[in-house]
């Protein structure tokens, strides 16, 4: 068994995986220890940091020492990425409830306290998230997360995704669901979140804010970058995603959730050609090609335009290689 189902009941074991980010940090940590639920333990897996993260946390483990609920444990590990830090971190921890993080995110003061009680008050719900927003340096865009009241608990949260910090675990729902996944490079918490959804039947929302999901605070990313290798683990999240929805009953949100599924392989391809991936971008255009072609023909027409090009050069150039291999023999 991947996870233990021992825990210690009504704590909260909060996972903030980090790799360099030492001048957000304390932000994430802080916006943990402010929260009005108590016991809680949080944990620190520094995913090989070069930065000053392993003195930051020891300054704050003694700033909070006197606080007998809340402990905070700093793991150190070697580089392998977010995944392999959370999956490492979900291993170490033994709360009843498991609360994720970014270490460049924030939750506000009331995000656990609002979920736990409602969990508490019927046994019956399997998962609770609440609503965030996103401040990507100019603006706060609120976030509502997935729509409830389908049919499809598969077809909402793909029409509406939900953030790493938005949902509160239950421990024995993340040992049915498993790890994160740690051979994929980006898009491992939409991946999760849909293996979420594939084993649970009852979802509320707390309507109060969780947290801000910042975008651009830190240079540096755990994640990675957009590379071929990026770009393919999105695309296929993206078709699995797509396989799983076609199975689900017919009904709007379903449209929705495919309709979503290909604006996305397009922004895929697009990135794809634009990364100098063209055999990527060649391969979801013509998957997706009935379905957004009419929806963007000029941009459509535009990429394809330049995957030829890019093709021809790419010809020419193994042919021009070839005759002055040719020559000089």
Known sequence: MWLSPECQKDLVSVIVPTYNRASVLTDAMNSVYGQTYRPIELIIVD???????KDIVATFSEQVANDGLFKVKYIPKSNEGCQAARNHGLRCSAGD?????????????????????????DATIDLVFSKWVV???????????????????????????????????????LVRVGPFNEELLEAHDIEYSTRVMQCIRRVERDDECGGVYRIGKTASSITGSCTAGTLQSEWHVNQWQKRLILKEPAEELKDRALALLSRRAYSIASRSLSANCPSL????????YRIWLPLAPKQTLKRLILVLRLSTNAVMGLFWRFSRLRRSC
């Open 47 to 53: 995913d090989g940091s070069t930065d000053p993260t």
């Open 135 to 173: 401040d990507n340096g100019r603006r706060i865009i609120p976030m509502s997360g997935p729509p409830l009241g389908g049919v499809s608990l598969l077809s909402s949260v793909v029409s509406g995704n939900l953030c790493i910090f938005s949902p509160i675990y239950r421990r024995n729902i």
């Open 281 to 288: 971008g060649l391969r979801i255009l013509v998957t997706e």
């Open 97 to 121: 409830f498991i609360q994720l993080l970014d270490s460049d995110d924030v939750l506000c003061r009331n995000k656990i306290s609002n979920a736990v009680r409602l969990y508490k008050s």
